[in-house]
């Protein structure tokens, strides 16, 4: 028998924040993921909002590729304000 | 890179306690051992929903019946984020439930002793719980990145758990004589198996070292049995009843208890399918799965068909 899809849980715990992925479950449709999201992941009022996605439907960066991926931004440290000077005195820079 | 290379660099991150995420390289034998032991500890949660589902019905009030059922729950919801979490190493769900129908795959011995009394939810909650917590609290550690934000989860969801046990002993202890022998008798029976949960002595564990240097385990299970010894003990003290060892003492130079020798021939017995409850324990779990079949086909059948009507399904934001 063909087993249920993969789902990716993700719970925004209170109104202003993000929602954050908390995990993954099977179910027979999204509306089911939602239900059993509802059961496994927010038994103490852990969240205000689910999302659930197919986890065949996420496209992932690959491992292998992170040195090219994200190794660039390591040596551009004046993205950062630190790396600017200010003079003794001056305020509210 | 040559596969000296990536294994020693794999070695570096478990070293510097960098996480192993699910896509990261990892050696074959780090996936098998952890799909093997993620398996374990899944099934472990949902056939220990057993022996205590077997007292729903009979909790002496509402609110111990509301308590168990909401352990129960939990653990249900502990043995879905475990199969999540091996389900990222590339294990098949469905296979891991057809291992333990089979008999193929293990779970925690201490699930393989019947439930008499009333005082076996205490003992249960109080010792299998105790000893899980100790068995688990570091495991938020693991080095790999899924199991062990499975861990955090659970743990923090069984601080009541043990707490709940805890508190039925107590109020059994406090009661009349004959429930405060009921406890005893739960000590009495779950005493030993509780010890054996921490797995066989060092000296013949096969995986530990293994494990340790790969991160999986931080401790070895005679460290962890001995933290859960000096952890009870002063608790049965409490209690007032007396736990079944008389080789039992404070030792004032270790600063730890001494105690008794473990029959390991009744944990290997019980390993091996011959506890008490072994076959019943299967046969419902594969009851279960087998009579549920026709429930979760109907299901697929049913997303299948709405699969074209997506006019109801609200957008994320």
């Known amino acids: 028998m063909k087993s249920w899809p993969l789902y990716e849980v993700f719970i925004r715990s209170k109104a202003g924040l993000h929602h954050k992925h908390a995990g993954s479950l099977r179910a027979a ?25 197919l986890s065949s439907d996420i496209t992932a960066s690959n491992p292998e590729n992170s040195e090219e991926l994200f190794d660039p931004a390591e040596d551009k440290i004046y993205r950062h304000p630190t790396f600017y000077h200010v003079p003794d005195g001056v305020k509210h820079l | 890179m040559n596969v000296i290379d990536i294994e020693s660099r794999f070695q570096e991150k478990i070293d510097t306690d960098v996480r192993i995420e699910p896509r990261d390289w990892m050696p074959d034998n780090y996936r098998h051992t952890l799909i093997r032991q993620i398996g374990q500890h899944a099934h472990s949660e949902i056939v220990g929903m057993l022996p205590e589902g077997n007292w729903i019905t009979r909790a002496p009030s509402l609110k111990r019946k509301v308590a168990l059922i909401a352990k129960v729950q939990d653990e249900a919801g502990h043995g879905l984020y475990l199969y999540s979490a091996a389900e990222t190493l590339g294990a098949d769900r469905d296979q891991m439930f057809e291992e333990l129908h089979s008999g193929k795959a ?37 080095s790999y990145g899924p199991y062990a934000r499975a ?18 002993m107590n109020v059994l202890c406090a009661g009349t004589p004959a429930q405060k022998a009921m406890a005893q008798d739960a000590l009495n029976r779950f005493w030993w198996p509780s010890l054996m949960m921490f797995g066989p002595p060092d000296a013949e564990s096969t995986h530990t070292a293994q494990s340790k240097k790969w991160g999986i385990k931080r401790f070895t299970n005679d460290e962890l049995r001995q933290r859960f010894v000096d952890m009870i003990a002063p608790q049965a003290d409490h209690l007032g009843i ?41 046969e419902a779990r594969t009851k ?8 979760r086909e109907a299901a697929l059948a049913y997303a299948e068909k709405q699969q074209n009507n997506s006019s109801s399904k609200s957008k994320a934001v």
């Open chain 2, 242 to 282: 007396t736990i079944p060892d008389p080789d039992l003492r404070w030792n004032e130079k270790t600063k730890q208890y001494d105690f008794g020798e473990i029959d390991w021939t009744e944990f290997w017995q019980v390993v091996k399918g011959n506890g008490p409850c072994n076959k019943e324990r299967i």
């Open chain 2, 288 to 295: 279960a799965w087998e009579e549920g079949a026709w429930v």
């Open chain 1, 29 to 53: 449709d999204a509306e089911m993921a939602i239900e059993n999201a509802r059961d496994v992941y927010c038994r103490r009022s852990e969240g205000v909002s689910l999302w659930v996605v």
């Open chain 2, 106 to 142: 293990k779970y925690s011995s201490i699930f393989n002793y019947p439930t008499l009394t009333w005082a076996d939810m205490g003992a249960i909650g109080w010792l299998v719980d105790g000893a899980a917590i100790q068995n688990q609290i570091p495991l938020c550690r693991c």
């Open chain 2, 151 to 168: 861990m955090v989860r659970v743990c923090k969801e069984e601080s009541f758990h043990q707490r709940q046990g805890f508190e039925i």
